[in-house]
Structure formats: structure tokens, C-alpha cells
């Protein structure tokens, strides 16, 4: 996509969300908006900073984000860009910024964010949406309530630019997950692999939206394993890799799983497969996330059954609550500039939260879709010791094979991962979309 392209349609974007600054400031009684980038956190007992990770709020405005800077907003005039250009040697300040969304703002540098009280003068009531600083006591009100729960609840639903741009990060993404397996078919190690995918997405550690889970064999069976083994291990079964990519703020959200060599477990990956694009076909407005989750059980019961891993019925296996002994995490989330988008669980703008399906205490998202929304869809079916001792511990392991679980719990687990776009028509399948432009 070209400069040009984005740039009208980050026009239009910006549009909206000060068309949406106009309801929500009036409907509050508010005169303005300052919207903070956030400032660098410094460890415990030591001078070097965590990385950077702007606010979320600022950035849906801004598409490069830096520390100390302040999105200001009047209705009727154009927005500011406060951007702090610190004059120092020990660090090299950043660079005023250019780009196809820099002509939208009247921008003011400054040398100290304290600077901000003198541009904005005296009179009229502010919104603060940042954390409360130095720069920013007295001017305003930090955070109200049901002002942020408003804009956050706004932000499910995306702008086309929002889209591309997550568009864009999926096909680096996409590109890093082929390096990966590249890596992985090539004999390297865990560690070895989160460098290849790295050097592929272009991007430094600090820079992706989350930690890569890069897991070989039982590691795949721990949702969130944290470690990169140096030393690929002697039998290697299967790889999964969890990671994603970052294109002006927004993120991607990336899984796939990888046998070493023909047998049950790629065949089990297959079918896993076919149940998650089945799924990612349901991802279309007006549809209430909770029946995608539980569709998603339905349809992983009936894998469970067929590969012999639980006798009975599909039926039997998803009313007893077994699929959640192999599936213990929800089918997915909303995505954007967090991983985890805020507001999957809120009733309303107004706020409340809408109830997660019984028996179901880790889904993210709760609401009916609404065109704009980007989910991930991402079924996994694992073999987790702790679960499995539960299951023969309560009665439910009675229905398990024991002997294809043990044949097929040194590959760990397996989970498939998308980000999916319901809009009109057929929903839109940024990731297939990506690994067939990057193929």
C-alpha cells in the first residue's frame, strides 16, 4: 500500500475519532482532550528504563509514538501534537516526525513536556486520558470514568485504516512465522528460531506486541511458555509458535503448529485445521462471540472422538465439560494496538460486563460483533498433565483413551491461530491472506 493510500485514509480515520471526541467530550461536560503518550518506568533500584510502551489512547492518534508527548483536542479547531524533543547527548532525542499524518496537526516542540500548561494557557475543563504526571497536575481530570470507558469501547470497532495497518502487520508476521519454520525444518534450536524470526519481521525484541512462544514438544502444551532453549533437544516432534508484528501501532496475532514428520499428530493438526477456518467463517456482525466459543468446543469434541482420543459422543464430551480438559482457553479476543484490546467483556459503552458461558472462566470477549471488529480465532487441543490428573481424578477420565494420550503427549499441543475481520459479506481473513502474499 502506498503513503498516499494510507495517508487518506488515516485522514478519514482521524475524522472519526474527532467526531467521536466531539460526542463523547460534550456528552461529559468536558471543553477538551489531552491524550499523554506516557513516559519511560525505570526498574526497581537501578537508572535503565523498562522499553517503551505508549498508551493505547494516544496511540490511535499518533502512528509513532515517543515519550512525553500530548495529543491536544478542542472541538471545532484542529488537534496538537505536543512532541518532546529533549535536548540531551545521552540519549539520541527523536527526530520532530514526518509522514503521511503529520500535516493534520498543528505541531508544537518542546524541550520539557512540563511545557504543556503554557501552550494550553488558562480556562476551559480537560479530559486527561494518561497517567497522571508532572506535565500534567492541575490541568484536568485524569481519566473519568465514563468518558475513557466510552472512547474504549469505541476502539472495536476499526477504521479502514486501522485495518490495513493490521493488514500490514500480518504480512510481517506472516513472513517471520515462514523464517521460523524455515529455521525449525533446518534444525535449529528455540532460541535459534525467535532470532530468525526477529531478523525476518524486521524488528528488535522490544519491538514485537509480545513475547514469542516458540515451544518444542511438551513445551507446547504450556500456553504461555516464557523460555528459548539454547539446545534443540535430541527428538523433536512438533513446534509451535505463537508471535506476531507491529506496523504504526498496530498489532498482529499469529499461531501455527508443526509436526516433524507425517503420523497422527499432523493429522490431528489437519483436522484442527479444517474446525478453525470452519470457525473463522462465523466471524461476521451481529454474531454473539460467546456461540463462536462454544461452537469451537462442539467442534474440537468431535476431533476428540473421531482420532480416538475420548469415546462416547461428541455430545457427551462438550456437556460434561471433558473439551476443556483439552481446550482450556477461549477461542480468542479483540486485537488492535493491544494484543489484548480493551472491552471485550464491557455491556456497554456505559460500561457493566457481559457474562462469560458457564463453565468458561478464560474467554476475553463477550460481545456481539459489530462490523470493524478484527478477532483472533484460535482453537488448540493439548495434552496438560495438571488437567488430564483432574479429569481421571473426578470421574471425567473415564471416557479418555489413556494410551493414545500418552502416545500423543510428547508433542504437547497444538493451537491455530487468525485475525479475522467481520465487515460486510464473507468475513476477512488477514492472516491466510498474508501467508498467501508472503508464499
Known amino acids: 500500500m502506498t503513503q498516499a493510500v494510507l495517508g487518506t485514509l488515516y485522514g478519514d480515520h482521524l475524522r472519526e475519532l474527532c467526531a467521536r471526541a466531539d460526542r463523547v467530550l460534550a456528552d461529559h461536560g468536558f471543553d ?23 498508551n493505547p489512547r494516544y496511540a490511535a492518534w499518533i502512528p509513532d509514538a515517543t515519550p512525553d508527548c500530548f495529543v491536544t483536542y478542542r472541538p471545532g479547531s484542529r488537534p496538537w501534537l505536543v512532541f518532546h524533543q529533549p535536548d540531551d547527548y545521552w540519549y539520541l532525542p527523536p527526530s520532530v516526525p514526518t509522514g503521511y499524518w503529520v500535516a493534520a496537526f498543528d505541531l508544537q516542540v518542546v524541550r520539557s513536556p512540563g511545557e504543556l500548561g503554557r501552550l494550553l494557557g488558562a480556562g476551559g475543563r480537560w479530559a486527561v486520558l494518561a497517567e497522571p504526571s508532572a506535565a500534567t497536575a492541575g490541568l484536568g481530570d485524569h481519566d473519568p470514568a465514563g468518558l475513557a470507558m466510552e472512547f474504549d469501547y469505541a476502539r472495536a470497532a476499526k477504521t479502514p ?25 533446518a534444525g535449529a534450536s528455540e532460541y535459534e528460531i525467535h532470532l530468525a524470526y526477529c531478523q525476518a519481521a524486521g524488528a528488535r525484541e522490544e519491538e514485537l506486541p509480545y513475547n514469542n512462544i516458540i515451544a518444542f514438544n511438551t513445551h507446547a502444551a504450556v500456553l504461555h511458555y516464557q523460555h528459548l532453549d539454547r539446545q534443540r533437544p535430541n527428538a ?204
Not at 485495518?163 to 523464517?179: D, F, K, N, T, Y
Open 32 to 54: 477538551g482532550l489531552i491524550v499523554g503518550s506516557g513516559g519511560l518506568r525505570y526498574q526497581y533500584l537501578d537508572d535503565n528504563s523498562y522499553p517503551f510502551k505508549p
Open 161 to 185: 485504516y486501522e485495518i490495513e495497518c493490521m493488514a500490514q502487520a500480518s504480512v510481517l508476521g506472516a513472513r517471520a512465522h515462514r523464517a521460523a519454520e524455515a529455521a525449525f525444518r
Open 236 to 439: 523433536t516432534r512438533s513446534f509451535l509458535i505463537d508471535a506476531g508484528a507491529r506496523y504504526a501501532g498496530y498489532c498482529s496475532d499469529i499461531t501455527r503448529t508443526h509436526a516433524a514428520g507425517p503420523g497422527e499428530f499432523h493429522a490431528l493438526i489437519a483436522a484442527l485445521d479444517t474446525v478453525q477456518q470452519s470457525l473463522a467463517d462465523r466471524v461476521r456482525p451481529g454474531t454473539d462471540y460467546r456461540e463462536i466459543h462454544l461452537a469451537a468446543h462442539r467442534e474440537i469434541a468431535g476431533i476428540l472422538v473421531r482420532h480416538g482420543i475420548v469415546a462416547g459422543t461428541p455430545e457427551a464430551a462438550f456437556e460434561t465439560g471433558l473439551t476443556s480438559v483439552f481446550f482450556p482457553h477461549g477461542i480468542g479476543h479483540l486485537l488492535g494496538l493491544q494484543v489484548h484490546d480493551v472491552c471485550g467483556l464491557a455491556a456497554g459503552p456505559q460500561g457493566g460486563t457481559r457474562p462469560r458461558p458457564a463453565g468458561h472462566p478464560y474467554l476475553r470477549l463477550t460481545r456481539d460483533l459489530e462490523a470493524g471488529f478484527v478477532v483472533t480465532i484460535e482453537p488448540g487441543i493439548y495434552f496438560i498433565d495438571s488437567l488430564l490428573a483432574a479429569a481421571a481424578a473426578d470421574g471425567r477420565g473415564r471416557a479418555i483413551d489413556w494410551k493414545r494420550v500418552e502416545a500423543l503427549k510428547p508433542c504437547g499441543g497444538i493451537r491455530i491461530e487468525d485475525n479475522v475481520v467481520a465487515g460486510a459479506g464473507a468475513p476477512r481473513n488477514l492472516t491466510r491472506e498474508a501467508f498467501s502474499a508472503t508464499a
